[in-house]
């Protein structure tokens, strides 16, 4: 009997086939950013995304310099990001696209088709974690730069001064890597959540619960939420409102890289898990 | 039954009336949202606001308790407008979670899997299936919503010892307009959304963030453009504010809005809605290619 010519198995896991994988997961990443960017389907994320900057857009255009001031519109944007983006748009956005990933290729009854080509599903589940955030990143990121530019061009030179030779290019920074941590975090939950739940949208109902409540929990709850991660990169601080206002519970202040480093090992161990629940995944369309 | 065969003749046994062939999707509606574990969770849950309220109104109103429990003053707090309003934003806040779970459950698996047809095929018309539909998604919301409310209320007139419900009618009349208008909201947008988007994992979803992502679109465009008209596109806001007016509670939202503009602004969203279920719900197959 002659002898294959491609690797052993054992061959296979002494030297794994990282080209052949990168090959593989370039090509699922692009067909999912496709998916996921440019088509009609996908209309809702960019009005998600791009509702503040229509509103500034308008205002803007509305030339009401003369009411307004640098450090007012400052603590605008802050708003915008941290109670629009980061409590809603994000989330709401990242929980349609990230769900859509696997289990609305069980809903279209197409999933089997990946699972049947000669893709590991590690490698399947990555390179659509990477698509989902790629258009994540590319929407709310390029939103957030268009809002910061309306936001403060209107003001002419003095706007050029606070970003150049002020904190406004920081804060542009800070905002965005804010943004770029949130899509990573509640996408990498959304997609494992997509993978247990038939319905996710409880699931990631009562994770927006957890959310919206952190701040009231203790602090070592604190730590099993994004929000509180990402609370602590903000560059510029928003005070609570209302009754929350009452209850919060002020932990002592973390630094940057300890905040993005606790962000980044949260969004591996869920990643791992969900690698884990891949290998094992069954698919019954009768039930779906 | 072959053409040729003269056999067939008309069905001459007692007809449904008309009036009441909606009350026949209503209780199949019902059956099938309620063969779910998770509304049995979500209904449950939605009275544990009511059990804590029924808590408090038994310690205000039984001096043996307040002394068993230690406390000084006469009075631990008052059952009044406040009171029942924090209940009724409760009970309707739950209620929303119910609804998005319930709405989806009656419409879409009759959307996506071209059912519709076939319903309407039999002597029901459009509006015969939307409001057997909608008379179902209501009367599950009425038992958290308005049904507790009144009870509660009822409870407090009985256990108070002055003729309390007699003086407080108005709270009552607040609490029954406040949620049967919310439940009507509510049932219109879950349905509306439901038939848009037809699967119910999405249209869970969607019914949540079409009222939480168009209040943080008002709260930006209160904040940009410097106006309070913005809260018009808030439910939450606007939904407390209609609250607050109705039961005459004293204020616990900063925002201000008419009256007048903020009925106009639902009975918009509630036409929005019809215009949607009358654009979605017909007897239509869509063949995928």
Known sequence: ?288 | MPVYRHIYRPYSGRLTPAWSRSLVLTRYGLAEAWSSKITIALFTLCFLPVIVSLFGIYLVNNPLARVLLGAQRPQVFTIDAEFFLHDLQAQSWLALALASWVAPRLITFDLADNALPILLSHPISRFTYLLGKFLALFASLSVVTWIPCLLLFAYQGYSSPGAWASAHLGIAGGLFLGAVLWITLLSLLGLALSSWVKLRVVATGVIFAAVFVPAGVGAVVSAVLRTRWGFLLNVPVMMTLLWQRLLDAPGISGADLPTGAILLTLLLVCCVCLGVLNARIRAREVVHG
């Not at chain 1, 809702?44 to 995304?49: G, H, K, N, P």
């Not at chain 1, 030179?157 to 804010?178: F, K, S």
């Open chain 1, 1 to 288: 009997m002659p002898r294959q010519n491609g690797p052993t198995l054992r061959e296979r896991r002494v030297h794994p086939p990282w080209g052949l994988w990168w090959i593989q997961g370039r090509r699922l990443v692009r067909i999912e950013v496709r998916r996921n960017l440019f088509s009609w389907k996908a209309g809702w994320i960019y009005v998600l995304a791009f509702t503040p900057t229509l509103i500034l857009a308008i205002h803007a255009g509305m030339d009401a310099r003369s009411a307004r001031d640098i450090e007012g519109d400052t603590e605008v944007l802050a708003r915008i990001v941290q109670l629009f983006y980061l409590r809603l748009a994000i989330f709401f956005g990242c929980l349609g696209i990230f769900s859509r990933l696997i289990r609305g290729e069980m809903i279209e009854r197409s999933l089997h088709f990946f699972l049947l080509s000669p893709v590991r599903r590690e490698v399947l589940l990555l390179a659509k974690f990477v698509a989902g955030s790629i258009s994540a990143l590319l929407l709310f990121e390029s939103a957030i730069v268009a809002d910061f530019a309306l936001l403060y061009l209107p003001f002419g030179g003095m706007a050029w001064t606070y970003i150049l030779n002020g904190p406004g290019l920081g804060q542009l920074a800070a905002y965005l890597g804010v943004a770029a941590l949130a899509c990573l975090g509640y996408g990498s939950v959304f997609l494992l959540l997509s993978m247990i739940f038939r319905n996710p949208t409880p699931a990631a109902m009562v994770f927006l619960l957890w959310e919206t409540i952190n701040p009231v929990l203790p602090s070592l709850l604190q730590k099993l939420s994004i929000a509180s991660y990402l609370r602590h990169l903000m560059p510029v601080a928003i005070a609570p409102e209302g009754f929350f206002a009452l209850l919060t519970v002020e932990t002592e202040p973390t630094a940057a890289w300890t905040a993005t480093l606790g962000l980044l090992l949260l969004i591996l161990a869920v990643l791992v898990y969900a690698c884990f629940r891949m290998r094992t995944l069954e698919i019954r369309y009768t039930t779906e």
